[in-house]
């Protein structure tokens, strides 16, 4: 049987198949999902937080465009001159990095980073406390302005 050019259109341009569309509906779960998780960083962090969420995307096959990937950029650098407030702070930055429903890798990696950050800060807290010279804020000064990116 001969299919005419006519038939031919008409089959190509028919509604989206049931593969299309499941497709459609993973990516339109996964882009939910990846923006509550990066939201979710971003109200955490505050002022930490040096960038908004940014979103790696794919197309789908309607065309449009899905998050599959996000990230916050949070400043991790401890505050050289007062070991209590990069305590506060790391106990901030933890906070962010667990705020999502489904912490990534990344996202333990980032909070196992700030609790080591506050361990350094309550380890020169007590030093002072005993009289002895703490070593707090010679390497994390040149951490500084580091920035860890909350990665989904």
Do not use: C, W
């Not at 996964?30 to 939201?39: G, L, S, T």
């Amino acid at each position: 049987m001969e299919v005419s050019a006519a038939t031919s259109r008409s089959v190509s341009n028919q509604p989206a198949t049931a593969e299309k569309l499941r497709v459609i509906a993973q990516l339109a779960t996964i882009d939910r999902k990846v923006r509550a998780h990066e939201q979710a960083h971003l109200a955490a962090a505050g002022a930490y937080a040096t960038t908004g969420a940014s979103y790696t995307f794919q197309v789908g096959p309607d065309g449009q465009r899905y998050a599959v990937g996000g990230e916050v950029g949070i400043d991790v650098s401890p505050d050289p001159s007062d070991p209590q407030r990069t305590i506060d702070k790391a106990r901030t930055i933890e906070a962010a990095a667990y705020a999502p429903a489904d912490p990534s890798p990344q996202d333990r990696e980032v909070a196992a980073a700030a609790a080591q950050m506050a361990a350094q800060a309550e380890r020169e807290i007590a030093s002072r406390g005993s009289g002895e010279t703490g070593s707090y804020g010679l390497r994390e000064a040149a951490q500084v302005g580091q920035l860890i990116n909350l990665v989904a």
